[in-house]
């Protein structure tokens, strides 16, 4: 997380603040002592929030609290935690990636295209899994190298390409296999889609997680992370710190368009089928994801453990609303109202930073 800096211009010993005469308002000083609460709670506010629709849920829902919901959350959250993460780097560089969704989808169905076509001339077999992985991989880094190119060497907008993209390759799932979904596919694929460890974790989750953490860890201990970090804060004085501004962010959005691709897969292993529709609008949810976990969409700020409990809220969201026999409707009701809340709470840390 990044450093507070206290202001330059504070003389020792002072708060910043100019010396107010006696008699005079105190509104001043008890907003600035309410603003540094904000600040202070502002990294660990939304972990609350979790908490506590889990108690409500809970107390209106006991079924919450039973193995089938916490696999039913877990499995729903996978390929949103995936694009999260990747959507997670381009935020904090202060851009945008809303191709994501439509790479998973493109991503999936190439893959299960590759898989159909070598079980056709022999039976399937782990090799045949590990292509399809390794082709979805490289679709997804692919056109998420494109974006970055385009982003960084044309100097095009990152809201614009990641359209584009979205467009482009949003109608090119459909028109593979006839616009059908492709059903036949290696049994190792469902295998990994139905496995639970200890019947708790489906594999699928622990993957996502394992990518959460992994990824966490580049981004919270290590130069790639830091510099990430530097151009969200301020391009220009990363440039002036020696830092290849222009590689970075290609890397970043190749990054967020792999983690695409094994969202696709993961996608695929749950419903054992490669769908056309996969992926459609799931970029919205990634973004909700990060922006509900504390990132600023202005870049420079934000942390791992927030981007996923910002999946889970979402996840228990959907989950917790059809347990309590709520239209579903309402789900994208609560996560918008969430999403204000968390970008209000950015901008007042923006405004303490300022005093």
Same mark, same amino acid.
């Given at each position: ?30 907003? @600035?002592?309410?603003? +540094? ?6 990294? #660990? ?6 908490? *506590? ?15 089938? @919901?916490?696999?039913? =959350? ?20 202060? /851009? *945008? ?25 022999? &039976?399937?077999?782990? #090799? ?11 679709? /997804?880094?692919?056109?998420?190298? @494109? ?5 960084? +060497? ?5 809201? =614009? ?7 482009? =390759? ?14 036949? $596919? ?31 860890? $580049? ?7 830091? +510099? ?33 691709? $094994? ?5 695929? @292993? ?37 981007? #996923? ?27 918008? *109202? ?7 709470? &950015?901008?007042?840390?923006? +405004?303490?930073?300022?005093?």
């Amino acid at each position: 997380m990044p450093t507070r800096i206290p202001s330059a211009f504070s003389p020792p010993g002072t708060s910043g603040a100019s010396p107010l005469p006696p008699g005079s308002p105190t509104e001043p000083t008890v907003r @600035a002592g309410w603003l +540094r609460v904000v600040d202070q709670v502002g990294d #660990f506010w939304i972990v609350g929030v979790l908490a *506590i629709m889990v108690a409500i849920f809970g107390i209106l829902a006991p079924a919450l609290f039973t193995r089938g @919901a916490w696999l039913s =959350i877990s499995n729903y959250s996978v390929e949103y935690l995936i694009l999260a993460v990747g959507q997670m780097f381009v935020i904090l560089t202060g /851009g *945008i990636d809303l191709s994501d969704g439509a790479i998973l989808g493109l991503s999936g169905m190439v893959s299960g295209a590759v898989m159909q076509s070598m079980l056709a001339a022999h &039976d399937g077999n782990v #090799f045949t899994t590990i292509v399809g992985f390794v082709v979805a991989l490289v679709v /997804g880094a692919a056109v998420g190298f @494109a974006n970055g190119f385009l982003i960084t +060497r044309l100097k095009l907008p990152p809201f =614009i390409v990641t359209l584009g993209s979205l467009t482009a =390759i949003g109608a090119a799932p459909s028109l593979i296999n006839g616009g059908t979904e492709i059903s036949n $596919l290696p049994p190792q694929i469902s295998t990994l889609g139905t496995i639970a460890i200890g019947g708790w974790i489906y594999v699928t989750f622990l993957t996502a997680v394992v990518v959460a953490v992994g990824f966490g860890l $580049l981004l919270h201990r290590t130069r790639f992370g830091l +510099r990430t970090y530097a151009i969200g804060s301020s391009g220009l004085s990363a440039r002036r710190a020696g830092i290849n501004v222009d590689r970075h962010l290609v890397w970043v959005y190749t990054l967020s368009g792999l983690l695409a691709g $094994l969202a696709g897969m993961m996608v695929m @292993a749950n419903f054992n089928v490669a769908n056309p529709l996969s992926g459609q609008n799931d970029e919205l949810d990634a973004i909700a994801a990060v922006v509900i976990g504390g990132a600023s969409l202005f870049g420079g700020r934000g942390h791992m453990l927030g981007t #996923f409990v910002g999946t889970m809220i979402i996840s228990l969201l959907v989950t917790g609303l059809v347990l309590v026999n709520v239209n579903g409707s309402w789900t994208e009701v609560a996560t918008g *109202i969430i999403i204000v809340a968390a970008v209000a709470m &950015d901008q007042v840390r923006v +405004r303490l930073a300022e005093r």
